[in-house]
């Protein structure tokens, strides 16, 4: 079973960067597409960005594209999201999730899930 665990959130100042790590264990990812979402209360879940298993396809949604860089390091089992220019609207839930099949930021397309990781945009 492929179980996943974010870290790396926080407090952050407007205009501030940050990154978040999803760390996978129990099997390879090297198999599989990876995404992160993100969900404020009341919400449903928002894919940010996508990249599938071998790093060569990415995709990202409007309102994170130039601000936000998905990447994964498959030797480290580990999957990133670097967060420029953070807004105050980008404070939110933060999750990881993978799927054995070509990328996608649809939530209901993902198999595994990490728990989430805060971040909150504030001065």
């Known amino acids: 079973q492929l179980q996943l665990v974010e870290s790396g959130g926080g407090l952050v100042q407007p205009g501030g960067s940050l990154t978040l790590s999803c760390a996978a264990s129990?099997?390879?990812?090297?198999?599989?597409?990876i995404g992160w979402f993100r969900q404020v209360p009341g919400k449903e879940r928002e894919g940010l960005a996508s990249?599938?298993?071998?790093?060569?396809?990415?995709y990202y949604a409007d309102s994170v594209k130039g601000r936000f860089t998905i990447s994964r390091d498959n030797a480290k089992n580990t999957m990133y999201l670097q967060m420029n220019s953070l807004k105050p609207e980008d404070t939110a839930i933060y999750y990881c999730?993978?799927?054995?099949?070509?990328?996608?930021?649809?939530?209901?397309?993902?198999?595994?899930w990490g728990q989430g990781a805060q971040v909150t945009v504030s001065s």
């Open positions: 129990g099997r390879s990812l090297d198999y599989y597409a």
């Open positions: 999730a993978a799927r054995a099949r070509s990328i996608s930021v649809t939530a209901l397309n993902y198999d595994y």
């Open positions: 990249i599938s298993s071998n790093g060569f396809t990415t």
